[in-house]
């Protein structure tokens, strides 16, 4: 594996005026094709190699949740409830004018897909969970809490398997110069602070009552040594949903499309060719 | 100038070793920890020693909240409070009962704690001074649940609702953002026309300038080391308070800071020192730094501003291996003979403009023989120094309860 890791980055980016023109809603896009969506997690949306790929073949809209936007923190204070969040995407969606992508959310950003499809049954044309948020087994507690609440320094063990591999390095290397470093520093806690409004204590807004609502093909994808989310969810997804399969990625933990690029973008582009 | 006696109700009996195995919060195990009979006993040595402050000459007790904490051991202060309220009444003491908390970011009861300092005023005939601290992010979001980005908004609104129900002369409804309340109309009302206000904090600039437009009483703790932060915090506030009109009246603000007074420098090191150098290592040591700002806690603009310039946490990232001597050399704690302890209050208060000084009087392991000691000595020897700082200044105290001396 090169120790260099290579990203585009997405080509353009869009404003979309939503929740009564009251929030700018900053969606990135990259690729040509048939439109797809992707759903970030706590953190913010950070474009991978696993982006870069899909826009070989699709058009990706990536959604940045209100507050997570760079040098425009205070939105989430115009999001109160969940529902709100559901809303503003639905009319993000819409006003994209996209008819009915694939979707794919990772982590937050499945929970909130799945809640999407379950609202909005015609949404998505299939939609594709990578280690979703969103259900609650006592006996399987999740440990998104206790992300929140670890040192810094713990952050990576949460996430990865293996924590060393290049693109974890990436991801997690703020830049150099000392005043953007703070500035990526204090964007990256606001943003898990923007999704915690959502999440904490618990990222259980519900879903389990209104996930039998999802109608669409569903792939659901884990990472077998996914720390944070057990892979015991995947079955909870799995037998919520009705026409839902699961593929469980070994040797990876919570990020498959990290640590397992080339197994998981297989599985994917397999099920959105199907 | 007014001095006030305050205590954390700590559990006194750890084992030196406490901080090396287990926080201060949250998580450490009761039963494998406690002795329910010390634990009576600490209950009611708190009370004894707030007792002997009220009858020795300080002019108010006063208690803060923290809940699922070892170190503080008051869930709901105004339980406590209100056996003050009722004693001191009893026995004609009028001092000022500080609750310095409760904590207006995490109840989800904003009413009920109208209700009760209400009642604590009424019992008291207008001694309450009513404390609403947002609350340590530990408390509001990881003990109570609140996402740490809703902390300040729930704040204030509570804030705004406590006080309408105090003053309304109608039943009225409150549709907020966290509540809803269809008729407001809170039974008892305070005793006192307007119970002051004073909020508790650290000074985050945010907070302060919200502390400043209120017309609220300032109260800072200096636990973080005041030689550390006492002069940054305080320029702050000044020159805040300047800029948003408000005049330098030294009674806009109260500083609390352990004291511990000997007969002399040397038996004061060698009586206290063990017990200061335990009590911050296994209290406010013992809490985790992550659970100090959980992310969303901190604005973001603070958030930029804490990472450039860590200062205003003074020693607290050390604290848990903390020496005694870096305590003393901050002035963590003040420790002496009286004549050290006497002129290092003096300069503190003179140079930052402290109307009300609040003395801990106890920390951590530190016995009952030996609290009452010091509140003995902070009586005698202290006080009757402090006692006439400001009067030639002629400031009015409109932060000070109408029923209390």
């Keep these: 594996m090169s120790a260099q890791v290579v990203i585009k980055g997405p080509e353009r980016t869009e404003v979309v005026k939503a929740w009564n023109d009251q929030i700018d809603v900053r969606v990135k896009i990259a690729g040509s094709g048939p439109a797809l969506v992707y759903l970030h997690p706590a953190a913010g949306l950070y474009w991978d190699q696993f982006l870069d790929k899909l826009a070989e073949t699709h058009t990706v809209y990536a959604p940045e949740m209100p507050g997570t936007t760079f040098g425009d923190p205070y939105a989430i204070h115009k999001v109160d409830t969940f529902l709100d969040l559901v809303l503003i995407y639905e009319e993000v969606l819409r006003k994209l004018g996209l008819k009915r992508p694939v979707a794919i959310g990772q982590s937050f950003g499945g929970m909130l897909m799945c809640d999407l499809a379950a ?98 093909p569903t792939l659901i994808i884990w990472g077998k040594q996914d720390k944070l989310i057990p892979v015991a969810y995947a079955e909870e997804f799995q037998k919520r949903i009705a026409n839902s399969r699961v593929e469980i990625i070994d040797q990876s933990g919570h990020i498959p499309q990290m640590e397992q690029l080339d197994k998981t973008l297989a599985l994917v582009k397999a099920f959105i060719a199907s | 100038m007014k001095v006030l006696a305050f205590e954390q109700l700590a559990y006194r009996h750890f084992a030196s070793d406490y901080a090396s195995k287990y926080d201060s919060v949250t998580t450490m195990p009761y039963h494998a920890l406690v002795d329910r009979k010390l634990m009576h006993q600490d209950h009611m040595h708190f009370l004894d020693e707030m007792m002997h402050a009220a009858r020795s000459g300080f002019d108010g007790v006063a208690t803060t909240e923290h809940e699922q904490a070892s170190y503080d051991i008051l869930p709901n202060p105004n339980l406590q409070m209100s056996a003050l309220a009722y004693a001191t009444q009893s026995e ?147 020159d805040m308070a300047e800029e948003r009109g408000k005049d330098r009246n030294p009674y806009r603000l109260s500083f609390v800071q352990a004291v511990f007074v000997g007969e002399t420098d040397a038996e004061a090191h060698r009586e206290y020192g063990p017990y200061i150098e335990q ?64 002129q290092q209050l003096i300069e503190i208060i003179k140079n930052f403009r402290i109307g009300h000084l609040v003395i801990m009087v106890h920390i951590g392991p530190m016995p009952h023989e030996l609290v009452m000691k010091n509140i003995d000595m902070l009586s005698k020897h202290i006080l009757p120094k402090l006692k006439g700082i400001w009067e030639d200044e002629n400031w009015e105290n409109r932060w000070w309860p109408s029923g209390a001396r």
């Design chain 2, 279 to 342: 009590g911050y290592r296994t209290g406010l040591g013992a809490i985790p730094m992550q659970s100090l700002g959980l992310p969303g806690y901190v604005d973001i603009k603070g958030l930029e501003f804490i990472i450039k310039d860590p200062g205003d946490f003074g020693i607290v990232p050390k604290m848990r291996t903390i020496e005694y001597k870096e305590l003393v050399d901050n002035q963590c704690a003040i420790v002496g003979g009286p004549e050290t302890v006497a």
């Design chain 1, 119 to 216: 609202h909005f049954p015609d949404i998505f044309s299939k939609i594709i969970p990578l280690d979703p948020a969103g259900l609650w087994r006592d006996d399987v507690p999740v440990l998104t809490n206790q992300l929140y609440l670890d040192k810094p320094e713990n952050l990576p063990g949460y996430l990865f398997l293996d924590p060393s591999i290049p693109a974890a390095q990436a991801m997690f290397t703020p830049p150099a110069d000392p005043e953007m470093m703070v500035k990526h520093i204090a964007h990256t806690v606001w943003s898990l602070g923007c999704v915690a409004k959502f999440i904490w204590p618990f990222p259980d807004q519900g879903l389990a009552k209104r996930i039998h609502r999802i109608n669409v």
């Design chain 2, 92 to 238: 004609g003491l009028n001092v000022g009962l500080a609750c310095v908390g409760r904590s207006l970011a995490k109840t989800r009861e904003p009413l009920r704690i109208a209700a009760e300092y209400a009642v604590l005023d009424q019992i008291s005939a207008g001694r309450l001074v009513a404390g609403f601290p947002i609350g340590l992010s530990y408390d509001v979001n990881r003990n109570n649940g609140i996402p740490p980005i809703e902390t300040r908004a729930r704040f204030y609104e509570n804030l705004e609702l406590i006080k309408k129900a105090w003053r309304s002369e109608e039943v009225f409804a409150w549709n907020g953002k966290y509540n809803k309340y269809a008729e407001v109309n809170v039974w008892p009302r305070p005793f006192q026309d307007k119970p002051p206000v004073w909020a508790p904090a650290i000074g985050n600039p945010v907070t302060l300038a919200g502390i400043i437009d209120n017309d609220d009483n300032f109260l800072y703790l200096s636990w973080f080391g005041p030689k550390l932060t006492g002069k940054r915090i305080f320029d702050r506030y000044w």
